[in-house]
């Protein structure tokens, strides 16, 4: 199913114009508008999912895959050394277009870090209870 308003929809349908670098019958292959990395791609599926949670499952299987194959690319023909797969859900998480997509960002030797965090510190209580609340939420 496609969303009328979605920009992506569009891209990925070829109704707007992308640097495309695959496509097949489920899913296209964009390089982002605004590359975090030389290289830097979006894996679309055809289908609108607005996120991870509404994913048909038998399109799910098929993105690491196309993931791993879209990076070994990036690696024999950029030269780039590895890549990030991305993939947010919800604004808070940085989800700015909401049809699902996965990004495959390039990295480079001695590139700057592009998905890092600062680790925190819990103690293994802590851990336990946070463990807790999620467990009774399945
Ligand atoms: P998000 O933040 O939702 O995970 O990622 C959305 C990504 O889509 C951003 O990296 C942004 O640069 C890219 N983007 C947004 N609009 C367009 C567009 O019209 N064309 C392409 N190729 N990329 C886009
Ligand atoms: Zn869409």
């Given at each position: 199913?496609?969303?009328?308003?979605?920009?992506?929809?569009?891209?990925?349908?070829?109704?707007?114009?992308?640097?495309?670098?695959?496509?097949?019958?489920?899913?296209?292959?964009?390089?982002?508008?605004?590359?975090?990395?030389?290289?830097?791609?979006?894996?679309?599926p055809k289908d609108h999912f607005r996120d991870v949670c509404e994913l048909d499952p038998k399109v799910a299987a098929k993105i690491l895959p196309l993931g791993a194959k879209i990076g070994t690319a990036m690696k024999k023909s950029l030269?780039?050394?590895?890549?990030?797969?991305?993939?947010?859900?919800?604004?808070?998480?940085?989800?700015?277009?909401?049809?699902?997509?996965?990004?495959?960002?390039?990295?480079?030797?001695?590139?700057?870090?592009?998905?890092?965090?600062?680790?925190?510190?819990?103690?293994?209580?802590?851990?336990?209870?946070?463990?807790?609340?999620?467990?009774?939420?399945?």
């Amino acid at each position: 199913m496609k969303k009328d308003d979605c920009i992506f929809c569009k891209i990925a349908n070829g109704e707007i114009p992308s640097s495309t670098v695959y496509e097949d019958d489920e899913f296209r292959v964009i390089l982002d508008l605004g590359p975090a990395s030389k290289g830097h791609a979006l894996i679309l599926p055809k289908d609108h999912f607005r996120d991870v949670c509404e994913l048909d499952p038998k399109v799910a299987a098929k993105i690491l895959p196309l993931g791993a194959k879209i990076g070994t690319a990036m690696k024999k023909s950029l030269g780039c050394a590895g890549f990030n797969l991305v993939q947010n859900n919800g604004e808070a998480a940085g989800q700015t277009v909401f049809h699902f997509h996965v990004h495959v960002i390039p990295r480079y030797e001695n590139g700057p870090s592009i998905v890092t965090w600062t680790p925190g510190k819990e103690t293994p209580e802590e851990l336990a209870k946070t463990a807790d609340r999620i467990k009774s939420a399945l």
